[in-house]
């Protein structure tokens, strides 16, 4: 018997033959349906050349991904300056021991596998034919005039077959920067036993080399083609760099892969990856990035398409159609789809999501005008019945109101406040006009408060806690929650593509994709955070700022209508977990549909393997804005955040969060329950490389078990051995 091998990075794709039936005998392991891979085995004879060492002709090592019962991809790539730049074929090995003396047949044909110059010289091989449940060994060898070069040597694990009852062990991960920090969390990934495969849910490279804000000093990554790159603080101590061409997108995984913890892993297991934004560029929204906040149109298809070229070339997936080969001469977002899903034997359905390619922008645009009134008096009446609290004065028409005083006296600090002039027209926030003349100084009187409580109230991007005319503050992070709900409300009613982030095509997919599982659970592995984080500042001393605010609408509270009509129709699956990564921290909870707290799921928020924690980014954050930095206590609400997450009534649905830590998640499905447990470092450890030193990091981890139980909606925690549920009706685990 033969296993085929498809060749998946070449020009053209060409099947090649085999007969298809499985793989050959075992060498004594057994599946994890406990029983032993059947068929025949091809000893190795001794009469091929012997195998030398070729680490150097393979410098990212090699790996393996989306594994399925009968198939798995393999992946390489080959470095030799010797052979000039033309393509080069490389020969796959297979085999069901380590040794390779238990060896799956491959014929002369399907063991070619191209590795064109087009795709970075990486190589792709579809391995189809073969036995569920079964542990496989491979290798690529590079045939040179002088010897044959073999790569290290590749385990991988097929998936069981769907009917088969058994349990699945998997371990998730995300957030892997590299700058200055050390992946000491894979460390502890490697220890966990039996593991079938692990699933990466994005920011698995950053694409800036060394941001000052929330990168670390130390090992980094230096791209050759500066020219071809965006540069920032052009010139100074900190000038960085962010990937935009090709080859900086390239010499980004190229750098990821040569951390010795990363390619163990890789080497061991395989992968189920998805990208989040840092693939591409922090917080974009499809092909656009966020870095200006508007100053500038960052909308870069060539740019996007480079980073989908080197994400396609370099991570081990398999895309559904074997002729698939990435084209950058189609249109973004017809050239790449990476929404899939992956079924475990009769317990596990993965259904993993894209949801950066298919979203609309922020609802709040970072160049927003502060000023600006996006829902006047009459429509907040209409959606609320009455006027809101969260509703401010503003007038009607500065360009007729008080014969245009305020139009002018705003007009001649355009300049000093560099804003645009153009904005400054129709209905303006009345509260906007008072703090700009008290910041420009102008000698014009206010609008006093008799006349504020004249004037019609609506809401502005300021009501929404905009006060800067270009930045992340009150668009991206930190957003007042009443406000930000109605204008979110008001968008999704005039136009539900605005909330709208996977897009039609890959929602419908989904939602027939969960609804149709046999599989007893249905986990879904997606970006970013689904439970709403919520802060209560309504006792903070200073005002405007003692308000109820989301931290973070890059992810799903931005979008929070298409949350809810998502969350309630999976109301109509059971046994739906999300596993999650994108914030740096760990969270246990059970995102509801607003008003409806019976319609839930379970989340589990896995941290970041190496990324500044959530915690100390907003401490950063902080500091590095004047605003807030100025705001007695703000640094220590930043170190403080779980207590405010957790601590109130303000998020029932979140039982547990870790915000100042780096780790992993590792989990083992059944027929019972969903068991997970957070492995936990402390940050510090992050920013030392423990290579050698597994014993003394093992202490390290802190370790945190959940459990969600089969025909429930709840999640439990363990408390030394028992397991209590989290209620969100009073707060607590009981």
Same mark, same amino acid.
């Given at each position: 018997m033969r296993a085929t091998l498809v060749s998946v990075v070449s020009a053209g794709l060409s099947a090649c033959k085999g007969d298809g039936d499985g793989t050959t005998d075992s060498d004594g392991s057994t599946g994890t349906d406990g029983t032993e891979p059947t068929g025949s085995t091809a000893p190795t004879t001794g009469a091929e050349e012997p195998l030398l060492d070729g680490a150097a002709y393979f410098p990212q090592s090699v790996a393996s991904g989306d594994p399925r019962p009968d198939s798995v991809i393999l992946w390489t790539r080959v470095d030799d300056e010797a052979a000039g730049d033309g393509d080069l074929e490389l020969t796959v090995e297979l085999a069901l021991d380590p040794d390779f003396s238990m060896r799956v047949e491959l014929d002369a044909a399907s063991a070619a596998v191209p590795a064109r110059t087009m795709f970075d010289r990486c190589a792709k091989a579809k391995l189809k034919g073969l036995e569920p449940a079964t542990t496989y060994y491979y290798r690529f060898v590079h045939n040179r005039e002088d010897g044959r070069y073999g790569s290290a040597v590749g385990r991988t694990r097929t998936a069981p077959a769907s009917d088969a009852d058994v349990p699945i062990r998997f371990a998730y991960a995300s957030c892997q920067d590299y700058n200055g920090r050390y992946y000491n969390s894979y460390r502890g990934l490697l220890a966990q036993p039996d593991l079938d495969f692990f699933v990466h849910l994005g920011d698995y490279v950053y694409e800036t080399t060394g941001d000052p804000t929330f990168q670390a000093a130390g090992r980094g990554i230096a791209f050759s083609d500066t020219a071809g790159a965006i540069v920032f603080n052009e010139g100074t101590p900190e000038e960085y760099f962010a990937a935009s061409s090709l080859s900086n997108y390239r010499e980004l995984y190229r750098g990821y892969r040569s951390d010795p913890a990363l390619r163990r892993v890789h080497e061991s297991l395989p992968m189920i990856a998805i990208w989040d934004d840092h693939e591409f560029s922090d917080d974009c929204?499809?092909?656009?990035?966020?870095?200006? *906040?508007?100053?500038?149109?960052?909308?870069?298809?060539?740019?996007?398409k480079h980073a989908n070229q080197a994400w396609f070339e370099y991570m081990p997936i398999d895309f559904g159609d074997d002729e698939f080969v990435y084209d950058p001469s189609k249109p973004y977002p017809q050239d790449i789809t990476i929404y899939r899903d992956f079924r475990f034997g009769k317990h596990l359905h993965l259904v993993m999501t894209d949801l950066r390619s298919y979203r609309p922008d922020h609802l709040i645009p970072e160049d927003g005008f502060p000023g600006a009134?996006?829902? #006047?008096? $009459?429509?907040?009446?209409?959606?609320?019945?009455?006027?809101?609290?969260?509703? &401010?004065?503003?007038?009607?028409?500065?360009?007729?109101?008080?014969?245009?005083?305020?139009?002018?006296?705003?007009? $001649?600090? @355009?300049?000093?406040?560099?804003?645009?002039? $153009?904005? %400054?027209?129709?209905?303006? *926030?009345?509260?906007?006009?008072?703090?700009? %003349?008290? &910041?420009?100084? *102008?000698?014009?009187?206010?609008? *006093?408060?008799?006349? %504020?409580? &004249?004037?019609?109230?609506?809401?502005?991007? /300021?009501?929404? +806690?905009?006060?800067?005319?270009?930045?992340?503050?009150?668009?991206?992070?930190?957003?007042?929650?009443?406000?930000?709900?109605a204008w979110a409300a008001a968008r999704a009613a005039a136009e539900p593509a605005s909330v709208d982030v996977m897009g039609q095509a890959q929602r419908e997919w989904f939602l027939a994709t969960m609804k149709g599982s046999t599989a007893t659970w249905k986990v879904w592995g997606t970006e970013y955070t689904l439970m709403p984080l919520v802060?209560? /500042?309504?006792?903070?001393?200073?005002?405007?700022?003692?308000?109820?605010?989301?931290?973070?609408?890059?992810?799903?509270?931005?979008?929070?209508?298409?949350?809810?009509?998502? /969350?309630?129709?999976?109301?109509?699956?059971?046994?739906?977990?999300?596993?999650?990564?994108?914030?740096?921290?760990?969270?246990?909870?059970?995102?509801?549909?607003? +008003?409806?707290?019976?319609?839930?799921?379970?989340?589990?928020? +896995?941290?970041?393997?190496?990324?500044?924690?959530?915690?100390?980014?907003?401490?950063?954050?902080? =500091? =590095?804005?004047?605003?807030?930095?100025?705001?007695p206590g703000a640094s220590m609400l930043a170190s403080a955040i779980d207590a405010l997450f957790t601590g109130t009534t303000t998020n029932p649905h979140l039982g547990f969060a870790d915000s100042s830590r780096n780790?992993?998640?590792?989990?083992?499905?059944?027929?019972?329950?969903?068991? =997970?447990?957070?492995?936990? !470092?402390?940050?510090?450890?992050?920013?030392?490389?423990?290579?050698?030193?597994? #014993? @003394? !990091?093992?202490?390290?981890?802190?370790?945190?078990?959940?459990?969600?139980? =089969?025909?429930?909606?709840?999640?439990?925690?363990?408390?030394?051995?028992?397991?209590?549920?989290? #209620?969100?009706?009073?707060?607590?685990?009981?």
């Open positions: 929204f499809g092909a656009t990035a966020t870095y200006f *906040d508007g100053r500038v149109d960052e909308h870069d298809e060539a740019r996007r009134v996006v829902i #006047d008096e $009459a429509a907040l009446v209409e959606q609320f019945g009455s006027i809101p609290e969260f509703a &401010t004065p503003y007038v009607e028409d500065i360009d007729a109101y008080q014969g245009g005083v305020y139009k002018d006296a705003l007009l $001649a600090g @355009a300049a000093e406040l560099a804003f645009d002039p $153009a904005h %400054l027209t129709g209905k303006i *926030d009345a509260g906007f006009i008072n703090s700009t %003349l008290a &910041t420009l100084g *102008d000698p014009t009187p206010p609008i *006093d408060e008799a006349e %504020l409580a &004249t004037l019609p109230r609506g809401l502005s991007f /300021l009501g929404m +806690g905009k006060r800067s005319f270009n930045g992340s503050i009150g668009a991206r992070y930190f957003v007042v929650k009443p406000a930000f709900d802060i209560d /500042l309504t006792s903070f001393p200073i005002e405007p700022y003692n308000q109820l605010y989301y931290m973070n609408v890059d992810q799903w509270d931005g979008f929070n209508p298409a949350r809810d009509a998502l /969350l309630a129709e999976l109301q109509a699956v059971d046994n739906v977990v999300a596993i999650t990564g994108d914030i740096h921290a760990f969270y246990a909870g059970t995102p509801m549909v607003a +008003g409806a707290p019976e319609k839930k799921i379970v989340e589990l928020v +896995g941290a970041g393997i190496s990324s500044t924690p959530f915690q100390s980014l907003l401490v950063l954050q902080v =500091a =590095a804005d004047p605003t807030l930095s100025s705001l780790g992993f998640v590792s989990v083992v499905v059944d027929g019972a329950a969903v068991n =997970a447990t957070f492995h936990m !470092l402390s940050e510090d450890v992050s920013l030392t490389d423990y290579e050698g030193m597994d #014993d @003394a !990091l093992a202490g390290k981890f802190k370790r945190e078990k959940f459990q969600v139980q =089969a025909g429930q909606r709840d999640i439990f925690r363990d408390f030394s051995g028992t397991f209590k549920r989290w #209620d969100p009706t009073v707060n607590m685990w009981v």
